[in-house]
């Protein structure tokens, strides 16, 4: 029987609780996790700005995860039907932000939305560095 492979995309820069939650929650859909993580270039044309952590460290970070079996890097947005391919994934998870921008890839894979970890994120941790600084 062959494992089923579940992978998701993420900056995961200063890497937080929403970010471990759901990975764990995608983990448990299938047999493997792989993550594609967003180059530090990617981040900056999403973005406009670069990530806090480099792509190097937020790679190691997200590699160092139990519930994380294999991790890539994001070169670019128009990859992602490839990288699914490449993978051999059996599902897509990304979170609620992203409901429906990835309903395309629903010919290659199953694609699933999932619920954001409520009021926490990478810019509002910034923000509240910015103000007890
Ligand atoms: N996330 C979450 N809860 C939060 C914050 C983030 O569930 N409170 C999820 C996001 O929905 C996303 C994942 O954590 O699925 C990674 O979040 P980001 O690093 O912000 O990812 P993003 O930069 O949106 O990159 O092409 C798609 C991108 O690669 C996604």
């Given at each position: 029987m062959s494992l089923r492979t579940v992978l998701t995309f993420g900056?995961?820069?200063?890497?937080h609780i929403g970010h471990v939650n759901i990975l764990e929650r995608a983990r448990a859909l299938g047999d493997r996790l792989v993550v594609g993580v967003s180059s530090d270039a990617l981040n900056l044309v999403k973005k406009g700005r670069l990530p806090i952590y480099s792509e190097a460290d937020r790679l190691s970070m997200i590699a160092a995860l139990?519930?994380?079996?294999e991790v890539f890097v994001?070169?670019?947005?128009?990859?992602k039907g490839d990288y699914l391919r490449r993978h051999g994934a059996a599902m897509l998870v990304m979170g609620?932000?992203?409901?429906?921008?990835?309903?395309?890839?629903s010919s290659i894979c199953e694609v699933v939305y999932l619920p954001r970890t409520p009021s926490i994120s990478t810019s509002e941790i910034i923000e509240v560095i910015r103000r007890v600084l």
């Amino acid at each position: 029987m062959s494992l089923r492979t579940v992978l998701t995309f993420g900056t995961f820069d200063v890497l937080h609780i929403g970010h471990v939650n759901i990975l764990e929650r995608a983990r448990a859909l299938g047999d493997r996790l792989v993550v594609g993580v967003s180059s530090d270039a990617l981040n900056l044309v999403k973005k406009g700005r670069l990530p806090i952590y480099s792509e190097a460290d937020r790679l190691s970070m997200i590699a160092a995860l139990r519930c994380v079996d294999e991790v890539f890097v994001e070169a670019s947005l128009q990859l992602k039907g490839d990288y699914l391919r490449r993978h051999g994934a059996a599902m897509l998870v990304m979170g609620d932000d992203w409901a429906g921008r990835f309903d395309d890839f629903s010919s290659i894979c199953e694609v699933v939305y999932l619920p954001r970890t409520p009021s926490i994120s990478t810019s509002e941790i910034i923000e509240v560095i910015r103000r007890v600084l």
